[in-house]
T-cell receptor
Framework: GQSLEQPSEVTAVEGAIVQINCTYQ??????LSWYQQHDGGAPTFLSY????GLEETGRFSSFLSRSDSYGYLLLQELQMKDSASYFC??????????????FGKGTKLSVIP | ETGVTQTPRHLVMGMTNKKSLKCEQH?????MYWYKQSAKKPLELMFV???????ENNSVPSRFSPECPNSSHLFLHLHTLQPEDSALYLC????????????FGQGTRLTVV
């Protein structure tokens, strides 16, 4: 089966840096991605890591260590609008020759002044 | 705007009703998905369609019945639902070749009374 673990809630101060961790156990692995979801909105794609290392996109960075089955999302220069839920997701084979995307439970980030 | 449109946005139905959720995408993607999002739980994959063929069921109860008439449209037919089926139902699409990035609709907030 597939399972992903991430903290349920994180609180951080505006302007600070926050790291959201994700560990996973999956049957097969192609990559780890991150999605952001504001209350009442749709999940939106943030990043994807297929190889070990750090990927940077503006204020957001994502890291992957395949040997540790671990990744994290790093948010810098936090803004109030970053308050949202963040989901890690694993792309893995579905056993039928295609791919599937399995999500963690999400981390609710609250940014405070 | 992600290019994936879901209707209706909100739906209240009785346990004896029959209703359908609709999803539409014009991104040229060949894979479409139904996810269920309940409070405090991960996004749960319900159905996957690749090239209009169902490839994943995930043991979803038969009171949920998907239909994919073409690569741009996906339906979820609902009948004799239970109150515990109340949730946000999200449709997503991705290129068949990879699920590095999924595009989600805004979801249908379903309440079963």
């Amino acid at each position: 089966g597939q399972s992903l673990e991430q903290p349920s809630e994180v609180t951080a101060v505006e302007g600070a840096i926050v790291q959201i961790n994700c560990t996973y156990q999956t049957s097969g692995f192609y990559g780890l991605s991150w999605y952001q979801q504001h209350d009442g909105g749709a999940p939106t794609f943030l990043s994807y890591n297929a190889l070990d290392g750090l990927e940077e996109t503006g204020r957001f960075s994502s890291f992957l260590s395949r040997s540790d089955s671990y990744g994290y999302l790093l948010l810098q220069e936090l803004q109030m609008k970053d308050s949202a839920s963040y989901f890690c997701a694993v792309t893995s084979p579905d056993g039928a020759g295609s791919y599937q995307l399995t999500f963690g439970k999400g981390t609710k980030l609250s940014v405070i002044p | 705007e992600t290019g994936v449109t879901q209707t209706p946005r909100h739906l209240v139905m009785g346990m004896t009703n029959k209703k359908s959720l609709k999803c539409e995408q014009h991104l040229g993607h060949n894979a479409m998905y139904w996810y269920k999002q309940s409070a405090k739980k991960p996004l749960e994959l319900m159905f996957v369609y690749n090239f209009k063929e169902q490839t994943e069921n995930n043991s979803v109860p038969s009171r949920f019945s998907p239909e994919c008439p073409n690569s741009s449209h996906l339906f979820l037919h609902l009948h004799t639902l239970q109150p515990e089926d109340s949730a946000l139902y999200l449709c997503a699409s991705s290129p068949r070749e990879t699920v590095t990035e999924a595009f989600f609709g805004q979801g249908t907030r379903l309440t079963v009374v």
